[in-house]
């Protein structure tokens, strides 16, 4: 059974940091695509960054460019996120996601298994 934990949400102020990190058992993510996402409420689900399976391709979504760093370390079979100038805007549930490597990384559907998801407030 394949089970991805995110943690390390929470509130900061507008300008702070976070690091969240999605923990995966059941599957072995070194051959596997990573991606995160996010969904405010009201709102449809976002894509926010991805990373190929060694690492050598990394997307991120428009808004985040810059700010935000995805990272993986295989061995402990696990995927992070930092983010650093949080805004407001960023408030969300962020979600992990895992799926094959030859995938559309930005389309959510295209990911076989998700986390439960981490709360994340960035206030004004």
């Known amino acids: 059974q394949v089970q991805l934990v995110e943690s390390g949400g929470g509130l900061v102020q507008a300008g702070g940091s976070l690091r969240l990190s999605c923990a995966v058992s059941g599957r072995p993510i070194s051959v596997y695509g990573m991606g995160w996402f996010r969904q405010a409420p009201g709102a449809e689900r976002e894509f926010v960054a991805a990373?190929?399976?060694?690492?050598?391709?990394?997307f991120y979504g428009d808004s985040v460019k810059g700010r935000f760093t995805i990272s993986r370390d295989n061995a402990k079979n696990t995927i992070y996120l930092q983010m650093n100038s949080l805004e407001p805007e960023d408030t969300a549930v962020y979600y992990c996601a895992i799926g094959p490597d030859y995938i559309n990384f930005k389309k959510s559907h295209e990911y076989d298994y998700w986390g439960q998801g981490t709360q994340v407030t960035a206030s004004s």
């Open positions: 990373i190929s399976s060694r690492g050598q391709r990394i």
